[in-house]
């Protein structure tokens, strides 16, 4: 079966990533694209702005004729537009997922409320592979006990404002939930100095930064005589797209409910 996707602001860095994805995937059919009003690009082909061969389907600022149109609606725009896209989601009862980071408690508690109505995937990082490793940060950290101190190294790019990355956080958060700990009470998120010892049980994060590097973490448990790494590099965005997709394929025929990329993969 064949199903609809549309895709919110189309015109941007993800957006254009997920067009192209969707108009690579076999089972996914791209039936709307929408920008914000007075957008450069409406009327544009679609397939056009992804740099792929022309699809027939116009870059809109008609977001509900792309609700309307779409079994399910990829968003990776910006928080301001959550309420509008649950409003409209809600209204043509299509699926929602959502790639847009920065929500605030509104934001999650309007997505709360259209998980009562459609279905609803949100991840802040939907890259199959990262998901993956996330699963498998909580499976091993719940066999290995602290005779495996686990530390969690990662690099980006130069330009990254915050540190560690959300994913190494969330790769800490995964890692603690497997050894049935909060991760506030167990991480060191810098050394620096006369450190002492490392403690039994700490989950430890260091950062480098430099060049171009668009992402890569390991997940380390160094244990007495043998250390098991873990690791994910991301080389393109392109993954977070693709992890959108899938999460758009997944949805259909699903029941209203608000699901992440865990319940996707069936982790
Ligand atoms: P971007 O600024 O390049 O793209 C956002 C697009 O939304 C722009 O083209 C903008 O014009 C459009 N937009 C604004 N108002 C609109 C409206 N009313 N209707 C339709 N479109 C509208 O940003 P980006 O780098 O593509 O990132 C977008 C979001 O995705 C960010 O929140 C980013 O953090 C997030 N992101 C998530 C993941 C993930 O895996 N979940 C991965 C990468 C990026």
Not at 125 to 138: E, Q, Y
Not at 140 to 149: C, F, K, N, P, T
Not at 213 to 240: C, D, M, P, Y
Request: aromatic fraction near 2%.
């Amino acid at each position: 079966m064949t199903v609809q996707i549309g895709v919110a602001g189309c015109a941007g860095r993800m957006g254009r990533m997920l067009l192209a994805a969707v108009l690579e995937t076999p089972a996914a059919r791209l039936v709307g694209g929408s920008e914000r009003p007075g957008h450069e690009a409406i009327g544009a082909d679609l397939g056009t702005l992804a740099g792929s061969a022309p699809s027939g389907v116009a870059l809109t600022e008609d977001a509900e004729a792309m609700f309307a149109a779409a079994d399910v609606v990829i968003d990776f725009t910006t928080p301001a537009l959550i309420a509008e896209h649950v409003r409209l989601a809600v209204g043509r009862g299509t699926s929602l997922v959502v790639g847009t980071t920065g929500l605030k408690p509104d934001h999650e508690a309007a997505l709360e409320e259209a998980a009562a109505k459609v279905a609803v995937v949100q991840a802040a990082n939907m890259s199959v592979g990262v998901n993956l490793l996330l699963g498998l940060a909580r499976q091993v950290a719940a066999v290995l006990d602290e005779g495996y101190d686990i530390e969690i190294v990662e690099m980006h790019h130069r330009h990254k404002v915050d540190a560690p990355s959300g994913t190494a956080l969330a790769l800490g958060k995964a890692a603690a939930e497997g050894r049935g700990v909060a991760l506030d009470e167990v991480a060191a998120r810098v050394r620096d100095g006369i450190t002492g010892p490392r403690p039994g049980g700490q989950i430890g994060f260091a950062t480098l930064r430099g060049g171009d590097v668009v992402g890569e973490h390991t997940l380390i448990f160094a244990g007495e005589g043998e250390r098991i790494e873990l690791t994910h590099k991301a080389t393109s965005r392109a993954i977070f797209a693709r992890g959108a997709v899938r999460a758009a394929l997944w949805t259909e025929g699903r029941p209203a409910g608000r699901y992440s990329m865990r319940d996707v993969l069936g982790l």
